[in-house]
């Protein structure tokens, strides 16, 4: 499974061509353009334009030159987005669901990690160095608990921040989560 990327087969049907070349209407890259099977990578642009157009061109068959279109349409990567959790200092965990904005064919991997505030790492809770997380192909959600330590003093609210990165087959609407410890 490749997000981002289409496999691209053309064929000739009249004559052998002598040479076949792709081109494309945006910026992005051919993996290999004189072949008549290869993949196509559209670049940013491409993505932001959501098309282009990509042409196959077949000399040599002949006395002419032929060429056909297509358009390829891009869909956008789906996003993902962390919510805020407020937690009792003694429930034990506070569960943050990292959410997928539309499931896709591939697994989404991104890396979770957490940051001190008000709250610290070791005496409020135990914080999570950067580990990665997936959420698998057609799924849209997944959870990270981080332990709440309880310390029995008598204190306000304390925050923490749990912080999601570095996502593979997605992009991010909301990449920080906040926990807040009453």
């Known amino acids: 499974c490749s997000l981002g990327t289409a496999t691209l087969s053309g064929n000739v ?23 008549l099977s290869t993949v196509y ?3 940013a642009a491409d993505k932001l334009a959501g098309s282009v157009t990509l042409t196959l061109i077949a000399t ?5 030159t032929s060429s056909d279109n297509m358009v390829l349409n891009i869909q956008s990567l789906p996003s993902l987005s962390i919510n805020d959790v407020n937690i ?11 959410t997928l904005s539309a499931p896709v064919a591939c697994d989404v991997t ?19 160095a950067t580990t990665q997380y997936t ?8 959870s990270v608990v981080v332990p709440i330590l309880n310390d029995n003093v008598l204190e306000g609210d304390e925050i923490f921040y749990v912080n999601i990165s570095n996502a593979q087959n997605a992009t991010f609407l909301k990449a920080q989560g906040i926990g807040t410890i009453d």
Do not use: R
């Open 41 to 43: 990578t559209p670049s």
């Open 110 to 128: 991104f890396d979770v990690a957490t940051a001190n505030n008000t709250a610290l790492a070791g005496s409020d809770y135990t914080g999570i």
């Open 60 to 64: 040599g068959t002949g006395n002419c």
């Open 13 to 35: 049907t009249s004559g052998t061509p002598g040479q076949t070349t792709w081109g494309t209407s945006g910026s992005g890259t051919f993996a290999n353009d004189n072949a």
């Open 135 to 142: 959420i698998t192909a057609g799924n849209t959600k997944a």
């Open 88 to 98: 009792n200092e003694a429930a034990g965990n506070a569960t943050f669901t990292v």
